[in-house]
């Protein structure tokens, strides 16, 4: 299985800690976000692993350069000249993927004890499937059975319903870390800058989006006082 870390993004929440870089590099305990995740999908037994860049997109490939990563078959997707959201990120990383098999994806300000290795079993040779845990108010996925059939934010009762299903699906937050088959990578309908979550729901329409329901450990080091609180924890 290959793997991609989603490393792109401006880092808005987390300054004034990503005023001079990017969130990728940001650190925790003396190790960057980016190295966790790397370290992470090795040892969960990931080979080729792309990394896609935008914000500072210098120092994440220098760091990569410096590490040795890029000798181990760790790949770049630069989105210097547009940043790409999620979605768009992937699309544009689909020729960095050479093995014609599933791709790992986790967004490098996860932090988290969910074990890659069961996940990637779980999937199997599913179409995708999504980690989440148990709801929280806001914005969350509604699955019925185990399939993806819509999206609402609790707080502002916007819905996006898949099928009548979504009547009776439960809620759940995404974590942030996905498993997708080739198949899906291959369908990617949107264009330009969009979220991977509007092309699962695009594509839910057709395929079965599967979950991994994930009850542990998990922090989203998107801010300051989460970096604190990680840390605090002796992260």
């Known amino acids: 299985m290959e793997g991609m870390i989603f490393a792109a993004g401006l880092g808005t929440r987390l300054r004034p800690l990503t005023n001079d870089r990017p969130k990728a590099l940001v650190e ?3 190790r960057t976000l980016l190295e966790r995740v790397i ?10 692993i792309v990394v896609n860049v935008h914000h500072f997109a210098g120092q994440v ?8 990563y890029l000798e181990q078959d760790v790949v770049v ?10 979605g768009g990120g992937l699309r544009k990383a689909r020729p960095l993927f050479t093995s014609g098999e599933a791709v790992l994806i986790h967004n490098v300000d996860i932090l988290t004890d969910l074990d890659l290795r069961d996940l990637m ?14 709801a929280e108010p806001g914005r969350a996925l509604r699955f019925a059975d185990g399939v993806l059939k819509g999206w609402e934010n609790s707080l502002t ?8 299903a979504f009547a009776r699906a439960g809620r759940y937050s995404f974590c942030g870390i996905q498993v997708v088959s080739p198949a899906f990578l291959e369908n990617i309908e949107g264009r330009g800058c969009f979220s ?35 840390e605090r924890a002796g992260f």
Do not use: C, W
């Open 28 to 30: 925790l305990g003396g």
């Open 39 to 48: 370290g992470r999908m090795r040892a969960a037994g990931i080979g080729r």
């Open 61 to 68: 490939k220098d760091f990569l350069r410096a590490k040795g």
């Open 77 to 86: 997707s630069d989105e210097s000249g547009r940043l790409l959201d999620t």
């Open 121 to 134: 079993a779980a999937h199997g040779n599913r179409y995708a499937t999504l980690a989440v845990r148990k």
């Open 157 to 164: 009762g916007e819905q996006k319903i898949v099928d009548g």
């Open 196 to 230: 991977i979550i509007d092309e699962y729901l695009a594509q839910a329409a057709r395929r079965d989006i599967g979950m991994y329901f994930y009850d542990g450990f998990f922090m989203d080091l998107g801010t300051p006082e989460a970096i604190r609180e990680a």
